[in-house]
């Protein structure tokens, strides 16, 4: 049975996460410890483990002097992330367009509806809308150790996209998810794989130039 001290830690932790993960602390900002007291209405305990754990995840940095500030990824580790990330995405399409079901295929259209009515100009509901669709992806290959390492390498990428700040509106990108989407619910696993690592390798290609460096 969770006692409410653990609700507490948990929530607060569930919290700060998400606020980075959506964008809502930037890359490079500071986090103090007093004005998240405050804004959150909690004591500084479950404020501290929950930075502790969030600097373990890879999500937040310790700054000399500073405290902690959002983690900052290098362009080699986009690069490698993007790499990784293309042979991932490109299995779990494979794998939801054999193991999908019914519940499955009507959440990834209505997310993939939802980032395709997004507005142009919003750019962290653009990134928190993609961010889903890809793990609904990842969900609806009921493969859980897939599901752990998506998760994982989910944070990096939100981070990447929210220093480069690459819109995921972009007509290739955007008419990419579709195709990814329709080899999936057509249960094609080939066509899935292909199209998920081709997205990848597309987006990667714009984050890469983003950043001045050779795209993977």
């Known amino acids: 049975m969770f006692t409410r001290p653990t609700l507490i830690r948990e929530s607060v932790y569930d919290h700060l996460r998400d606020a980075i993960?959506?964008?809502?602390?930037?890359?490079?900002?500071?986090?103090?410890?007093v004005e998240l007291t405050e804004r959150l209405g909690v004591s500084r305990t479950p404020i501290r483990e929950a930075i502790g754990r969030l600097t373990q995840d890879?999500?937040?940095e310790g700054t000399?002097?500073?405290?902690?500030?959002?983690?900052?990824?290098?362009a080699v580790e986009a690069q490698s992330a993007y790499v990784v990330r293309e042979t991932l995405d490109g299995l779990a399409a494979a794998l939801a367009a054999s193991a999908h079901t019914d519940a499955d295929a009507g959440a990834l259209e209505a997310t993939l509806s939802?980032?395709?009515?997004?507005?142009?100009?919003?750019?962290?509901?653009?990134t928190r809308l993609d961010l889903a669709f890809h793990r609904r992806i990842a969900q609806a290959a009921h493969n859980l150790p897939l599901?752990?390492?998506?998760?994982?390498?989910?944070q990096r990428i939100a981070l990447v996209k929210h220093q480069t700040r690459i819109y995921n509106s972009h007509p290739q990108t955007a008419a990419q998810h579709r195709a990814i989407l329709k080899a999936v619910l057509?249960?094609?696993?080939?066509?899935?794989r292909r199209t998920a690592a081709l997205?990848?390798?597309?987006?990667?290609a714009l984050v890469m130039e983003n950043l001045g460096v050779q795209s993977v």
């Open 186 to 192: 057509a249960r094609d696993q080939e066509a899935a």
């Open 21 to 33: 993960l959506n964008g809502e602390f930037q890359p490079a900002e500071r986090l103090g410890e």
């Open 64 to 74: 000399p002097g500073r405290g902690v500030r959002v983690r900052v990824v290098s």
């Open 147 to 154: 599901l752990d390492l998506a998760r994982d390498l989910e």
């Open 199 to 204: 997205h990848v390798r597309t987006f990667a």
């Open 58 to 60: 890879g999500l937040l």
């Open 114 to 126: 939802e980032l395709e009515a997004a507005s142009s100009e919003d750019y962290r509901e653009q």
